[in-house]
């Protein structure tokens, strides 16, 4: 969900649109409050994860971590931020695809070493979890099981890895001694940001699913999820962390190294709908490869219409393209309310009736009597699309064509976006013209995905599409391996749960929010 309000899917209260892992932030600038350019970086990338955020810094001899569920703007203020002095920080924004939403799954994940400590901050999602559980078990002395405490996600496993790695004499080795061993074992989606006391580290899986940048500041290296978030700071691109790519920065400058060939697949949905549109991956820019994608379904779908609007604000670019192609001019026949984002307030049962209209409100003297043409990024249950259809037709419009910028959605993403199950997407076992009709539309056409692929100008063989063509680009575990609850149904889990709660319940009088900090080291 799209905390700015950018996202349609989320214009329902009760509709779970496709939401994204997380964004990560990594700077080393001797000299630099630190910790207020991570708040920024983070603040840019707040539309990938709403549930939590985080900063970890190192002033060269420890690590400090402040982190707490809410968005960046209600986690930090002035004060947390002056209380995290350094020059080196790891950032995070979190949205849950492996591990409850909770404080303890809350990133940077943060575990001692050998040496002294690591913080890491992880967006994407990883397949071979069970697998990793059995690594971290194996770990010799207090690394193993004991160590994960009450964290249920796979971002703390890599994180313990990396922490608990020794050589053959039972050396405990470094951080950046661990990496090499470990990476290659990690299977799935990642863009890794972590640090230890003196080196800030990035890496990328070898298909790199997920994207990651490196930019230079003036007196130092900044990484991030997206180019958007370094222009926030102030930093230039460099370019991007290439896939199976590790690198390091320190006092002795930065250094490059590959931990496996690289495999491009990086994920066609940023283009479509998850990264910000002033963001450019892969030398593309989000912002024009959505407006082609609108070009192109204009001529693949055309309509016969008045006016051609958008869903506001992630199908605006391609409304855009759509009316630029057709000659259909394009309009503003949606109001939306910039000031409702993710509310912790539930609505109550009349407000809820009133569905979209929290957030979108129709311009009646606008559509009223017009043949329109609803542009959208996506349709994942239909929820919205249904409630919006309604009130365009209950605000006067005579006719409403919806035209959606990429294919149906028919298959779950097992790499950083929380896709709902097969059994939910309305495009799994249903037609186009069946979707079209349940949405109670007068017309329902989608991209082709070819076109889709094609105003990316990435090569089709190097995006993962498998949320729209089931052709995943690894070989996936058995399904009870995979889910976002996988390391909380262990039994395991369960004992720590129950060890929790019968350790917390005699001091659960002790005022508001003693529960919660009794779980904080």
Known sequence: MRGDGRLSHDLDPGERGPRDACGVFGVWAPGE??????FFGLYALQHRGQESAGIAVSDGSKIL?????????????????????GHIAVGHTRYSTTGAPTWENAQPTFRATGHGSIALGHNGNLVNTAELAELVAELPGDRGPRHRVAVTNDTDLVTVLLAGQRAEDGTPLTVEEAAPLVLPKVRGAYSFVFMDEGTLYAARDPQGFRPLVLGRLERGWVVASETAALDIVGASVVREIEPGEMIAVDENGLRSSRFAEAKP????????????????IAGRNVYLSRVEMGRRLAAEAPADADLVISTPESGTPAAIGYAEASGIPYGSGLVKNSYVGRTFIQPSQTIRQLGIRLKLNPLKEVIRGKRLVVVDDSIVRGNTQRALVRMLREAGAAEVHIRISSPPIKWPCFFGIDFATRAELIANGLSVEEIGTSLGADSLAYISLDAMVEATTIAKPDLCRACFD???????????????????????????????ARLTLPLLATGPGAADALRRP
Do not use: H, N
């Open 265 to 280: 697949r990086g994920c066609v949905f940023e283009y479509v709908y998850l990264a910000r549109p002033d963001t450019d």
């Open 65 to 85: 971590v402040f982190k707490d569920m809410g968005l960046v703007s209600q986690v930090f203020d002035e004060t947390s931020l002056s209380s995290l002095p």
């Open 33 to 38: 409050e630190v910790a207020k350019l991570t």
């Open 470 to 500: 089931g052709e995943y680009p690894m070989e996936l575990p058995d399904p009870a391996l995979l889910g976002k609850d996988l390391l909380e149904q262990s039994p395991e889990a369960e004992r720590e749960r129950a060890e929790r």
